[in-house]
T-cell receptor, first 115, second 111 residues
Framework: DAGVIQSPRHEVTEMGQEVTLRCKPI?????LFWYRQTMMRGLELLIY????????DSGMPEDRFSAKMPNASFSTLKIQPSEPRDSAVYFC?????????????FGPGTRLTVL | SQELEQSPQSLIVQEGKNLTINCTSS?????LYWYKQKYGEGLIFLMM?????EEKSHEKITAKLDEKKQQSSLHITASQPSHAGIYLC???????????FGQGTRLTINP
């Protein structure tokens, strides 16, 4: 299996631009998680989906952030408009249903820099 | 809300030495997960502990959950350069299908 796939791996953009991060979970995994990692705040959960349905988005910083999961094999995290404080590494993770739901498999991350 | 504190924040050890990383929770732990992260990469699941007093091992890494289920330790025996990275503990947020993570411990192994 290819594991969780994220694209792009690096993104550099200017303040005010729209940024879209993409994730393909492991086939058969029905839970998908978006995280953000910074030196100051560590690893934070932004939102997670079960069976393509958003369950908890309480970690989404503000309305500039939105996430979708149109099908079981694809999810996007969008920031519009982007700000310098959004600079971070964004991880996508997926897990199996049932008791293994928190044995999460992480993608390599997208390093976002907003200038 | 549940908070996890890891100690130490960073650790430098000589290759071949043993080391211990601790994770202390502000609340009772219902599930404790250890992950490892290498620079520029995602997290890799190591082990999960659920029962008080439980101990699990994987190669030279052993993790324990204390009886009161508020602290876990990760012990590495005869450390190797491949053990270098950031170790994070994560806990089941009670009543929710998600993890709360500690700040991580950065481990450096000197040859």
């Amino acid at each position: 299996d290819a594991g969780v796939i994220q694209s792009p791996r690096h993104e550099v953009t200017e303040m005010g631009q729209e940024v879209t991060l993409r994730c393909k979970p492991i086939s058969g995994h029905n839970s998908l998680f978006w995280y953000r990692q910074t030196m100051m705040r560590g690893l934070e959960l932004l939102i997670y989906f079960n069976n393509n349905v958003p369950i908890d988005d309480s970690g989404m910083p503000e309305d500039r952030f939105s996430a979708k999961m149109p099908n079981a094999s694809f999810s996007t995290l969008k920031i519009q408009p982007s700000e310098p404080r959004d600079s971070a590494v964004y991880f996508c993770a997926s897990s199996l249903p049932g008791r293994s739901y928190n044995e999460q498999f992480f993608g390599p991350g997208t390093r976002l820099t907003v200038l | 809300s549940q908070e996890l504190e890891q100690s130490p924040q960073s650790l430098i050890v000589q290759e071949g030495k043993n080391l211990t990383i601790n994770c202390t929770s502000s609340k009772t732990l219902y599930g404790l997960y250890w992950y490892k992260q290498k620079y520029g990469e995602g997290l890799i699941f190591l082990m999960m502990l659920q029962k008080g007093g439980e101990e699990k091992s994987h190669e030279k890494i052993t993790a324990k959950l204390d009886e009161k289920k508020q602290q876990s330790s990760l012990h590495i025996t005869a450390s190797q350069p491949s053990h270098a990275g950031i170790y994070l503990c994560g806990a089941d947020a009670q009543g929710a299908q998600k993890l709360v993570f500690g700040q991580g411990t950065r481990l450096t192994i000197n040859p």
